[in-house]
C-alpha cells in the first residue's frame, strides 16, 4: 500500500521593516516552573523494576551470546581515511650542497612532527675533514614550502655526519662532526645558530662521530644531556655550561681486551685496541641497557651502570668505563645500524656492509633470524613506532621492473604477511645511489624521510597497512622472540 498527501499550496513573500532596534530579555524562573519540572521526571520504580525482572533472562541470553561471537574478531572502527599506497609527497634539496656533490648523511624530525633537518657530507672517497658542509631544515606545514629552498641553512666547515633533534625543543638540534666534534644549533636563531659545542679538547673524540642522542639529565629535569658514538671506541655523554661549552659529564670505552667472548664467535683482537663504534640504540623498556654495532662486525649488549674501568690509556678528564655484557653472533663485515624494538625489551634490529639483517633476541647470541636483503651494504635500520611487526631497511640496490639498473631503496618489512620478502620497496633514487639514512615520523605517523647520496632528502607518505596495529599483533611479537635457538 502506499500513501501520498494532498498537494500543499505555498507562496514567498518578504518583508522590510523601515527601523530595528536591539533589546535583551531574561526570564526569571518561577518557582511553579521548577516543581512542573520536578513532577515531569517523577519514575514509577516499581512498574520499572517489574519490567526489568520480565526482560532480564532475554538480556543475558543475549548478551552471553554476543560475547562468545567471533563476528567482528581483526575489525577495528578506523575513523581516517585509509592510505593503500606509498606515495612520494615532497622532494627536497639543496642546490648548493649538490653543486658540491654531498650526499646527506643523516635526517631527524623535530619534537612537534612538523620539520625535518637534513645533514650534508660524504660517506665515501674525498676530503673530508676540510670540505664545507650543512644543516637544512623544511618546515613542511608551512603554505609557501620551497623544496629546494630550506627554511633554514647552517653552514658547516667540517662534514656532518649525524644529527638529532632535541626531544622537546623543537628549534635544537645536534650534530656531529667528521673532525669528532659535537654541536648544538638554535635555529631560531638568525645571527649565530651556534649555542653549545665540546671544542677539540682532550676529552673529544678523535675519530668521526657517527650518531647522536638526546638523554634525559636525572639530575636537572629542565635540561638533557647528549651521547655520542665515535670509531674511536668511546662512547662520551656531554652535559651544558654556561659559557656556550658541552662538558664531559661521563664516558665509556669499548676495548677489544673487554669485549666478552663467546666459544660461538670468531675470535677478537686482544689487548687495549679500541673497537670502533658505529651505531647506537637504547632500550625503551631499561634506560640503562644499550645496544652498539661495531666495526668488527659484531653488536654488543651495554650497560650504562657499568662500574669497570676501561683499559684505554687517555687524557680524559673522567674516568671511562666498560660498558659490554654480551657480544652477539657477528655479520660478515662492519655493522652501520642496530635499532630496538619499542615493543618487546629483548628485541633488536642490526645491519651492515653485508647486505643482512639479523633479527636478535639480548638473551643469546646468535641471530633468531638472518634476511639476506641486497647484495650491497645496508646502511639503516629502524622498527617501526607504532607497527610491532614493521621494521625498514635502506640499500643501493633494489628491483627495478623496467631495467637491470640498481637502485637506491627503502624496504619495508610486515613480518605479519612475510618472514623473508619485503612487503614494498620504496624506489628512492636511480644509479649507484643507495640511501643512507632515513627516520620514522613518530608524531605523524604516516610520514617516512629518507635521505640518498644524490643529496636529495624525500620525504614518503605511508600506507594504512603500515600504520595501523592489528589485533594480535603483539602475540606474534611474542612468538618471533620465544623462538630460541639451540
Known amino acids: 500500500k502506499s500513501c501520498q498527501t494532498g498537494e500543499i499550496s505555498t507562496a514567498e513573500t518578504a518583508v522590510q521593516s523601515h527601523s530595528s532596534r536591539d533589546a535583551g530579555v531574561q526570564t526569571d524562573q518561577s518557582k511553579d516552573a521548577v516543581q512542573d519540572l520536578q513532577q515531569e521526571i517523577q519514575v514509577d520504580y516499581t512498574s520499572l523494576l517489574s519490567f526489568l525482572q520480565r526482560v532480564e533472562d532475554a538480556v543475558i541470553k543475549e548478551l552471553n551470546k554476543n560475547w562468545k561471537s567471533r563476528a567482528f574478531d581483526g575489525f577495528e572502527v578506523n575513523w581516517t581515511d585509509q592510505n593503500k599506497t606509498v606515495l612520494c609527497l615532497h622532494t627536497l634539496s639543496y642546490p648548493e650542497a649538490q653543486d658540491q656533490k654531498l650526499q646527506v648523511t643523516s635526517v631527524s624530525w623535530n619534537a612537534t612532527g612538523s620539520v625535518v633537518a637534513c645533514s650534508y657530507g660524504r660517506l665515501d672517497a674525498g676530503d673530508w675533514s676540510t670540505e664545507k658542509s650543512y644543516v637544512c631544515t623544511w618546515n613542511l606545514d608551512r603554505r609557501g614550502l620551497n623544496p629546494q629552498h630550506p627554511d633554514v641553512v647552517v653552514d658547516v666547515p667540517s662534514s656532518v655526519m649525524c644529527l638529532a633533534f632535541h626531544p622537546s625543543r623543537p628549534s635544537l638540534i645536534a650534530g656531529g662532526l667528521f673532525s669528532g666534534e659535537l654541536v648544538v644549533w638554535d635555529t631560531s636563531r638568525t645571527e649565530d645558530p651556534v649555542i653549545w659545542r665540546t671544542g677539540m679538547t682532550d676529552d673529544t673524540h678523535t675519530d668521526p662521530v657517527y650518531q647522536v642522542n638526546w638523554l634525559p639529565d636525572a639530575k636537572h629535569r629542565n635540561h638533557a644531556q647528549l651521547l655520542s658514538v665515535s670509531t674511536d671506541g668511546k662512547i662520551l655523554v656531554w652535559r651544558e655550561e654556561r659559557d656556550g661549552r658541552l662538558a664531559l659529564a661521563e ?236
Open 251 to 486: 664516558g665509556f670505552a669499548l676495548v677489544a681486551q673487554q669485549i666478552p667472548r663467546s666459544t660461538q664467535l670468531k675470535k677478537f683482537a686482544w689487548g687495549e685496541a679500541a673497537v670502533g663504534v658505529t651505531s647506537l640504540s637504547f632500550s625503551h623498556f631499561d634506560p640503562r641497557v644499550f645496544v652498539v654495532g661495531v666495526e668488527g662486525g659484531y653488536s654488543l649488549k651495554c650497560s650504562t651502570a657499568a662500574e669497570t674501568l676501561a683499559l684505554h690509556r687517555t687524557g680524559s678528564s673522567v674516568p671511562l668505563r666498560a660498558p659490554a655484557e654480551l657480544a652477539f653472533s657477528s655479520h660478515s663485515g662492519p655493522v652501520y645500524s642496530v635499532s630496538c624494538s619499542p615493543f618487546h625489551r629483548n628485541l633488536f634490529l642490526s645491519c651492515g656492509t653485508d647486505g643482512q639483517v639479523h633479527l636478535h633476541s639480548m638473551l643469546q647470541t646468535q641471530p633468531l633470524m638472518s634476511l639476506q636483503l641486497s647484495k650491497k651494504y645496508l646502511f639503516c635500520v629502524r622498527w617501526s613506532p607504532v607497527r610491532p611487526l614493521v621494521f625498514a631497511a635502506a640499500s643501493g640496490e633494489g628491483n627495478c621492473n623496467k631495467c637491470f639498473c640498481f637502485i637506491g631503496a627503502v624496504h619495508l618489512f610486515d613480518f605479519e604477511k612475510s618472514l623473508q620478502k619485503p612487503a614494498v620497496s620504496i624506489k628512492q633514487a636511480m644509479g649507484e645511489c643507495p640511501v643512507y639514512c632515513f627516520e620514522f615520523n613518530v608524531k605523524q605517523t604516516q610520514l617516512l624521510a629518507a635521505g640518498d647520496a644524490t643529496g636529495t632528502v624525500k620525504v614518503w607518505q605511508l600506507s594504512s597497512d603500515f600504520t595501523e596495529q592489528g589485533p594480535r599483533e603483539m602475540n606474534h611479537l611474542e612468538q618471533l622472540a620465544s623462538e630460541i635457538t639451540d
